[in-house]
Nanobody
Framework: QVQLVESGGGLVQPGGSLRLSCAAS????????VGWYRQAPGKQRELVAI???????TYVDSVKGRFTISRDNAKNTVYLQMNSLKPEDTAVYYC?????????WGQGTQVTVSS
């Protein structure tokens, strides 16, 4: 029923920045925590960041101090600001509720960090 659409990925040099967006078809973010996830080639999908209903923020250790998750409730959109990007951040990035729902995965957006 719910649709999540990721956007904002692209090719960026090491040390650069990108802002990813996750737009929901409805006010689903009022009912669930939201996570950003990523999957690099040959690796399992990894939880990167969470924003909970009470605005508590959680990050995986590898992105702490570099990534910031936020939301705009009026737009039903969650963002991931990524600064100081490293080649190891290269992956397809997805959003989903947290804990994730199998029917909520979208197309994802590709982030490539390379010189």
């Amino acid at each position: 029923q719910v649709q999540l659409v990721e956007s904002g990925g692209g090719l960026v040099q090491p040390g650069g920045s990108l802002r990813l967006s996750c737009a929901a078809s409805g006010s689903i973010f009022s009912f669930y925590a939201v996570g950003w996830y990523r999957q690099a080639p040959g690796k399992q999908r990894e939880l990167v960041a969470i924003i909970r209903r009470d605005d508590t923020l959680t990050y995986v250790d590898s992105v702490k101090g570099r990534f910031t998750i936020s939301r705009d409730n009026a737009k039903n959109t969650v963002y991931l600001q990524m600064n100081s990007l490293k080649p190891e951040d290269t992956a397809v990035y997805y959003c989903n509720k947290f804990p994730p729902g199998a029917d909520y995965w979208g197309q994802g957006t590709q982030v490539t960090v390379s010189s």
